[in-house]
């Protein structure tokens, strides 16, 4: 059974940083690409970053590109979000999210639980 | 800018049919896009419904099936119950390693 179980989440000052984790379990971690995905408060589903399954590729949505960097750790099985300049408007849920399969086109299988990070001086 | 679009809401009576439609205005959906639908209750995590146009996820009540109608991803529930009264979202890969979402259609069932 998956499981990812999303750490990290807290209330932090604009302009600073703020580092997410995902814990994985339940699934050969390092056989499929990672997502992150967020949803602000009374927003739609915004996708914001995937690591392929060797770390090899990353790609970010163009809201994030500079200030997110998102790591894995296969031999930890874990998934990272280190997130810099912080904005009021990344403001949101943040859930950690499984591929189907080792590309990172197909879209996402599974979903942890989420994570809230608030920015707000 | 490469916008996915989605109807806002959609309202459906108890055992009747909806059809959600997710397109793309740089053109034509194609199963290219690897067209993608989630279903998120507030307070939930999203749950995977379709995948892949029109293979549906384990677990998902025969109800929902995918497809691509002309230009458009499509979503049907045949027989919409109570508790699919949720929101919509729909995503899609539009190449250099980017998904996007569209903006979610809120479902009424009543």
């Known amino acids: 059974q998956v499981q990812l179980v999303e750490s990290g989440g807290g209330v932090v000052q604009p302009g600073r940083s703020l580092r997410l984790s995902c814990a994985a379990s339940g699934f050969s971690f390092s056989d499929y690409g990672m997502h992150w995905v967020r949803q602000a408060p009374g927003k739609g589903l915004e996708w914001v970053a995937v690591t392929s399954y060797d770390a090899t590729k990353k790609y970010y949505a163009e809201s994030v590109k500079g200030r997110f960097t998102v790591s894995r750790d296969n031999s930890k099985n874990t998934l990272d979000l280190e997130m810099s300049s912080l904005r009021a408007e990344d403001t949101a849920v943040y859930y950690c999210?499984?591929?189907?399969?080792?590309?990172?086109?197909?879209?996402?299988?599974?979903w942890g639980r989420g994570t809230l990070v608030t920015v707000s001086a | 800018q490469t916008v996915v679009t989605q109807e806002p809401s959609f309202s459906v009576s108890p055992g009747g049919t909806v059809t959600l439609t997710c397109g793309l205005n740089?053109?034509?959906?194609?199963?290219?896009?690897?067209p993608i639908w989630y279903q998120k209750t507030p307070g939930q995590a999203p749950r995977t419904l379709i995948y892949?146009?029109?293979t549906r996820s384990s677990g998902v009540p025969g109800r929902f099936s995918g497809s691509i109608l002309g230009t458009k991803a499509a979503l049907t529930i045949a027989g919409a119950q109570a508790e699919d009264e949720s929101d919509y979202y729909c995503a899609l890969y539009v190449g250099s390693g980017i998904s996007m979402f569209g903006g979610g259609t809120k479902l009424t069932v009543l």
């Open positions: 740089s053109g034509p959906v194609s199963p290219s896009h690897y």
């Open positions: 999210a499984k591929g189907f399969n080792t590309a990172v086109a197909t879209g996402i299988d599974s």
């Open positions: 892949d146009t029109k």
